[in-house]
């Protein structure tokens, strides 16, 4: 299948600070991905449409200003998680569509906020 | 919400199949049937889909009903590496549709 990276794959950071995250897809182009997050015990929940070229679509109940999302190029979008505090602490995974028809996931980031 | 319904939790023996239920009653008839797995800390792993024929590859196979309301996913011969979440999801065939992810079942494979 398709591969989706994603970098860091852990991040540690102080309360008030901002945290980028990385998703690449390597060997397809993905003018449309996806950004999750998953907190421990639960399932993933979706955040995000990131669009090629334009403004991400944020779901209901996420902060835009708080999660910005830019997908500069047809391999890369990038997560900036802005003053990040404690409760923003969570594995966040982004996928992207590689084929004709299936999503494909990356390894995730796992955040922790001090 | 998610449009599929899967027991929480199950067990299977090691080298046995495994046989994950699901229910999607109310899938329409351009939807599909994917089948995702997490394994502990790792982002989800694409398994298989299918529409209404059976389909089976080098990872399991997947059986769907002809009325296509339920379908079983099988690995046919489980490890304890296949121990994970399995997640069976109903969306559009079309790459960049999203995935909403329900609550899954929780797969332990006993030695």
């Known amino acids: 299948g398709a591969v989706v990276s994603q970098h860091p794959s852990r991040v540690i950071c102080k309360s008030g600070t901002s945290v980028k995250i990385e998703c690449r897809s390597l060997?397809?182009?993905?003018?449309?991905m996806f950004w999750y997050r998953q907190f421990p015990k639960q399932s993933l929940m979706l955040m995000a449409t990131?669009?090629?070229?334009?403004?991400?679509?944020?779901e209901q109940g996420v902060e835009k200003d708080k999660f910005l999302i830019n997908h500069a190029s047809l391999t890369l979008s990038t997560l900036t998680v802005t003053s990040a505090h404690p409760e923003d602490s969570s594995f966040y995974i982004c996928?992207?569509?590689?084929?004709?028809?299936?999503?494909?996931f990356g390894p995730g980031t796992r955040l922790t906020v001090l | 919400d998610a449009k599929t319904t899967q027991p929480t939790s199950m067990d299977c023996a090691e080298g046995r199949a495994a046989n994950l239920p699901c229910n999607h009653s109310?899938?329409?008839?351009?939807?599909?049937v994917y089948w995702y797995r997490q394994i502990h800390s790792q982002g989800p792993q694409y398994i298989i889909h299918?529409?209404?024929n059976n389909e089976t590859n080098e990872m399991a196979s997947l059986i769907i009903t002809e009325d296509r309301k339920s379908s079983t996913l099988i690995l046919p011969h489980a490890t304890l590496r296949d121990t994970a979440v399995y997640y069976c999801?109903?969306?559009?065939?079309?790459?960049?549709?999203?995935?909403?992810f329900g609550k899954g079942t929780r797969l332990h494979i006993l030695p």
């Open positions: 999801i109903v969306r559009v065939g079309y790459r960049d549709d999203k995935i909403i």
């Open positions: 109310t899938i329409s008839g351009n939807e599909y």
């Open positions: 996928s992207g569509g590689g084929g004709a028809d299936t999503q494909y």
């Open positions: 060997d397809f182009q993905a003018t449309t």
């Open positions: 299918g529409l209404k």
């Open positions: 990131s669009n090629e070229g334009s403004k991400a679509t944020y």
